[in-house]
């Protein structure tokens, strides 16, 4: 989490971006890691809060939901100001096709408890081979198919 220079929402998040993209560009590719960033403007009075990362498929069914509170990213006690925020994710192997993303901070404090800010949802455009069948997630994987032995193996 990084404090940004300028543009940042009166309150709340921005639309999220993914990094090194063309800011219309969602366009991602089942297995490569990708990176997105939106920034956070927190109001003043919040003893800290937690962020979240949340992709659900088309159906509204969850893939992904990830937590981290502010305390473990380097923001210290009452945050207040805007706050540049980057998610990093892995290779996750998503079947091609339409997802969306969305971030969220649960505020903490005497007047903030259960608030949350969300930022706008934004379509991931997954792409790569498409499965023969309907699944969420379609790894590469590696087979070795080679003759059996004449016996099988015995345990132990």
């Not at 990830?66 to 006690?77: D, H, I, N, Q, R």
């Not at 379609?138 to 059996?148: F, I, M, Q, R, T």
Request: net charge negative; charged share 15%; glycine share 10%.
């Amino acid at each position: 989490v990084r404090t940004p220079e300028e543009g940042a929402p009166s309150n709340g998040f921005s639309v999220p971006y993914l990094v090194g993209h063309d800011i219309d560009d969602t366009r991602v590719t089942s297995g490569e890691s990708f990176t997105v960033a939106s920034q956070l403007t927190v109001p003043e009075g919040v003893a800290g809060f937690s962020l979240f990362c949340i992709i659900h498929d088309m159906d509204g069914a969850v893939v992904c939901h990830l937590k981290v509170p502010s305390t473990e990213v380097g923001v210290g006690a009452e945050p207040e100001g805007t706050f540049l925020v980057e998610v990093a994710l892995p290779g996750l192997w998503l079947a091609p096709g339409a997802f969306t993303l969305q971030l969220k901070a649960e505020l903490w404090g005497t007047f903030a408890t259960g608030h949350r800010l969300r930022s706008p949802s934004i379509i991931l455009d997954v792409d790569g081979t498409s499965p023969a069948v309907p699944a969420l997630l379609h790894p590469e994987a590696s087979w070795v198919v080679e003759p059996a032995p004449d016996r099988p193996p015995t345990a132990g």
